[in-house]
């Protein structure tokens, strides 16, 4: 925070003018502050925004130790971060210092704000962003992992706190000298790894990422018996897409996502054939940029909420999640993508996250640095991987089951791959063996131009080939093509639209399933281009036929 603050603290704590609070006051109402007073509690729903009139307030980070004075807000100053537009649990304490007087501001009076005042939109947001980055640069924060380097399950929890910037310590009990301390005073063993332990006194014995999601409050207290106008199966980036147009357009949108925001695309260490980043961007940093623009127009997101069944008998159309609850829309955007297919070896699935990897992120990165790595995949996330990691790893293996990369990956990234020094390219090669104990120690491939094998001791390997589309929630809702994406639009025969009883007189609009009203983008439509551009550009289009969807439910023929 302190490095942060120094660099951009203009940025993260701007000072409002007279004119700006005046223009500020038809949108809340003073209150007086007493000394000693707290105004948000961490860990508690924030209902308002708070500037200083007079007085002062101290934004407090509370942790084990008992927690520190972040920041000393005066007059012009505003609290909030992204958590307060969100609506998730605010990530720190708000306390007067010295009593004065404040204009509270409710959350949704501030939501309406920066979407109609595009001066004060840009500072608050640009604020609410950079604070948020500050506290997790703090590595504080109420939140601690008691993790291991060796165990996949703590690699699991890492990367959901990671991905959803959530701050919270890392103590990785191989290293950490105060380990045996924590073990004690939470009453765990090193057979509990991992442990998430929340605001010092809810103990989690590895915990599933729903539990940690509702234990820090990262989503919105919704209504789940409210009706919604589109609600969106995915956040990656076709899904982020179709949330930022639809919310900015006064769509009521939902947002479900299993994992984190970015979706497959979050996990990229580089794009850098993305219109308007010539110098590239990370797929974590444009899946958290497009995050702040849904939520500046309204659009909820929620996390760790997986669909698993999709009721197409009547509309409003209904979709059940993993926990039990259902939700209601007019209609619908799957965006659900696709995973990257397991490779056919015996004993691969004992290696998850043990030295199998389907993500190459900085978290994977330490994890095998100055280490000899293999990757399988030809693909421009093959690609990007290799390049990413061949800056700490000893030596990257790149195999392919072709001839070579000119089929499936960008120019760049095979030139740059040619001249890395220590990536060693094998085409028409194929893992056929994973041996281990409780890691991954040694890989076996062979290659089909010479017939040669080769076993080496390699603990870590990245798969990232083919796709495989998550649709298996669908069912027998919409038709999906013979490798199980779905079909839309133009592709859909007139056989496909009878086996589903297609109801309308018109036939399906672009990127709209068998189904009315309901849509496919990205990366789990079929022939849809596997690029995030794409994907974007696909979650926008389907917008404006939502709306037209929306207009003939409203006015049927």
């Not at 209902?47 to 807000?73: M, N, T």
């Not at 690699?155 to 959803?164: G, I, K, P, Q, S």
């Not at 017939?451 to 798969?463: D, E, M, N």
Request: glycine content about 10%; charged content about 20%; aromatic content about 6%.
């Amino acid at each position: 925070m302190n490095e942060l603050l120094a660099k951009r603290g203009e940025q993260m704590f701007p000072k409002l003018t007279p004119a700006q609070i005046s223009r500020l006051q038809a949108h809340g109402r003073r209150i007086d502050m007493h000394r000693g007073e707290i105004l948000v509690e961490a860990g508690a729903r924030q209902s308002h925004i708070f500037i200083v009139v007079s007085g002062s307030l101290e934004v407090l980070q509370r942790d084990q130790a008992g927690g520190q004075v972040l920041y000393l807000l005066t007059t012009g100053d505003f609290n909030g971060e992204m958590s307060t537009l969100r609506g998730s649990a605010a990530l720190v304490c708000l306390r007067v210092r010295e009593a004065g007087i404040a204009l509270a501001i409710e959350t949704a009076q501030l939501r309406a704000l920066v979407q109609t005042d595009a001066e004060l939109s840009e500072l608050m947001m640009r604020a609410f962003i950079l604070r948020r980055m500050g506290l997790i640069s703090s590595g504080g924060g109420e939140v601690m992992l008691l993790s291991s380097r060796h165990s996949a399950d703590s690699l699991r929890l890492r990367e959901f706190l990671t991905r959803n910037t959530q701050p919270f310590r890392d103590v990785e009990v191989e290293s950490d000298p105060d380990v045996a301390a924590l073990f004690e005073r939470f009453h765990v063993t090193a057979s509990d790894i991992p442990v998430v332990i929340c605001r010092g006194e809810y103990v989690f014995r590895n915990p599933s990422n729903r539990e940690i999601a509702e234990c820090l409050g990262m989503n919105p207290q919704l209504d789940d018996g409210r009706v919604y106008d589109l609600l969106i199966i995915g956040a990656g980036p076709a899904g982020l897409a179709a949330a930022v147009y639809a919310a900015s357009e006064g769509l009521q949108v939902r947002v479900v996502e299993t994992t984190a925001p970015g979706g497959q695309a979050g996990t990229s260490s580089k794009i850098e054939n993305y219109l308007g980043f010539p110098t590239g961007i990370s797929g974590g940093a444009l899946a958290g940029r497009a995050l702040s623009q849904a939520q500046k127009f309204g659009a909820a997101l929620s996390v760790a909420a997986q669909a698993v069944r999709l009721d197409c008998t009547a509309r409003p159309y209904a979709i059940e999640l993993a926990d039990g609850n259902v939700l209601h829309a007019r209609s619908i955007v799957i965006a659900s993508g696709a995973q990257y297919r397991t490779l056919a070896i015996e004993n691969l699935p004992r290696f998850l996250g043990a030295g199998v990897y389907y993500a190459a992120t900085h978290l994977e990165s330490k994890l095998c640095e100055n280490e000899e790595i293999a990757i399988v995949g030809g693909g421009n996330s093959a690609g990007q991987a290799a390049v990413f990691l061949a800056r700490s790893c000893r030596q990257v293996h790149l195999l392919v089951r072709g001839q070579g990369l000119a089929e499936s990956m960008s120019n760049y990234l095979i030139r740059r791959i040619s001249e890395t020094a220590n990536i060693e390219l094998h085409p028409c090669t194929q893992i056929v063996a994973v041996e281990g104990g409780d890691r991954l120690e040694w890989v076996s491939w062979h290659c089909t131009s010479d017939q040669s094998t080769q076993r080496l001791a390699i603990g870590h390997v990245f798969v990232m080939t083919g796709a495989q589309p998550n649709t298996p929630w669908l069912q027998d809702c919409v038709v999906l093509d013979a490798d199980g994406f779905v079909k839309t639009g133009t592709d859909l025969n007139a056989q496909d639209l009878a086996a589903r009883r297609w109801s309308l007189p018109r036939a399906p609009h672009l990127m709209e399933t068998s189904l009315p009203g309901v849509f496919a983008a990205g990366d789990v439509r079929s022939q849809s281009v596997k690029r995030i551009a794409s994907a974007v550009g696909e979650g926008s289009v389907c917008v404006q036929f939502v709306h037209r969807a929306l207009q003939e439910l409203s006015h049927p023929a």
